[in-house]
């Protein structure tokens, strides 16, 4: 009678957590990942332009003002979901869109934002992917939302939407305009 009753009992526990799971997922957005470094200064880094690798963009020249740094790549075809909604709406931001080529062949990205368009105010390899891994990032695409303290107060996972862009990059900015007015 045991040798029924515990592959039955094995299988009711194994079913529940797979309940438990699907239940937890649909209360979460998925593209919202805790980040241990949101609300602390985005790492530091020194990343040569796209177009003029003899030209380096660090995080400091960047300092003063709100910036979306976001992680791209020529072979993530997600992004070539999402770069409509940034060639199209991303200005409205009103704050710098920095690219980030993320493990890519550098000509390779030239061509991919030459055939989809370039809705960045500058592009940066991270060829080897070295700086990403300060970021956390974990593929493309990421952004994070850095505050003109060079803060980190968001981190999207996956692509961005008109929804991304409406109800969470929009509102952030906002209460970022409150406090510095403060």
Known sequence: MNARIL?????SVLFA???FGIWYIKGHDINEVPSPLIGKPAPEFSLPHLYTPEVFLDSKSLAGK???LHVFASWCFVCREENPV???????????????????DPNDAKLW????GNPYDVV?????GKVAIDFGVYGAPESFLVDAKGVIRYKHIGAITPDTI?????PLL?????EKAQ
């Open 17 to 19: 957590l797979l309940g």
């Open 166 to 170: 409406r109800d969470k990059f929009l």
């Open 113 to 116: 934002l030459q055939q989809f």
């Open 86 to 104: 940034l060639m199209s709406q991303g200005k409205a931001l009103g704050i710098t869109i920095v690219g980030f080529d993320y493990k890519d």
């Open 124 to 128: 940066i390899a991270d060829e080897a």
């Open 174 to 178: 906002e209460k970022m305009k409150q």
């Open 66 to 68: 709100p910036y979306l």
């Open 7 to 11: 592959p039955l009992l094995a299988f």
